[in-house]
Antibody, heavy 118, light 107 residues
Framework: EVQLVESGGGLVQPGGSLRLSCAAS????????MSWVRQAPGKGLEWVSV???????YYADSVKGRFTISRDNSKNTLYLQMNSLRAEDTAVYYC????????????WGQGTLVTVSS | EIVLTQSPDFQSVTPKEKVTITCRAS??????LHWYQQKPDQSPKLLIK???QSFSGVPSRFSGSGSGTDFTLTINSLEAEDAATYYC?????????FGQGTKLEIK
């Protein structure tokens, strides 16, 4: 059974850093297409970042240069390193998996809340 | 960036009614358009992939159509459990984007 479990969210001050984790089971992170998608309180879904099966990565303009997506094959875990956090980064962050590159997202985690506030 | 515009933003419907939600892309995206359902305090769930392909386990009353710039999600014979917000999403061109969402209320 495919499972995605996010962790690492919390309260952080503006300008601070946080690393989110997405522990996967039922498949191998290293060979899969995965993304981070966020949702600000009461708002819609916003695409954040992607890592393709081959390892290429891309980011939304709103986070480019501040966020880094990566994966650890030995831990079968996807990460999102978030630096220089701003109030507008406050959101629930979901990791999601597609069954092939550039597909829809077939599986989603439960989300982890990041709050950026002083 | 490709902008996806959904309509309507909100719709109040009665059970057994037929519902149509549209998603218009700011430029052609072929069939790289996917639909999700999100209920309050839950993660999104994939309903339709590549415009018209139903995802495994999704009830047959959900269907999708369209290509290029205009897409439609149809819910036949609406049920109370379909109360949710529905999003379209394009994976044709980076950065990938989502529509603003359509909230469906059941009367």
């Amino acid at each position: 059974e495919v499972q995605l479990v996010e962790s690492g969210g919390g309260l952080v001050q503006p300008g601070g850093s946080l690393r989110l984790s997405c522990a996967a089971s039922g498949f191998t992170v290293s060979s899969n297409y995965m993304s981070w998608v966020r949702q600000a309180p009461g708002k819609g879904l916003e695409w954040v970042s992607v890592i393709y099966s081959g390892g290429s990565t891309y980011y939304a303009d709103s986070v480019k240069g501040r966020f880094t997506i990566s994966r650890d094959n030995s831990k079968n875990t996807l990460y999102l390193q978030m630096n220089s956090l701003r109030a507008e980064d406050t959101a629930v962050y979901y990791c999601a998996r597609g069954l092939m590159d550039s597909s829809g997202y077939h599986y989603w985690g439960q989300g982890t809340l990041v709050t950026v506030s002083s | 960036e490709i902008v996806l515009t959904q309509s309507p933003d909100f719709q109040s419907v009665t059970p057994k009614e037929k519902v149509t939600i549209t998603c218009r892309a700011s430029q052609s995206i072929g069939s790289s358009l996917h639909w999700y359902q999100q209920k309050p305090d839950q993660s999104p769930k994939l309903l339709i992939k590549y415009a018209s392909q139903s995802f495994s386990g999704v009830p047959s009353r959900f269907s999708g159509s369209g290509s290029g710039t205009d897409f439609t999600l149809t819910i036949n014979s609406l049920e109370a459990e379909d109360a949710a917000t529905y999003y379209c999403h394009q994976s044709s061109s980076l950065p990938y984007t989502f529509g603003q969402g359509t909230k469906l209320e059941i009367k």
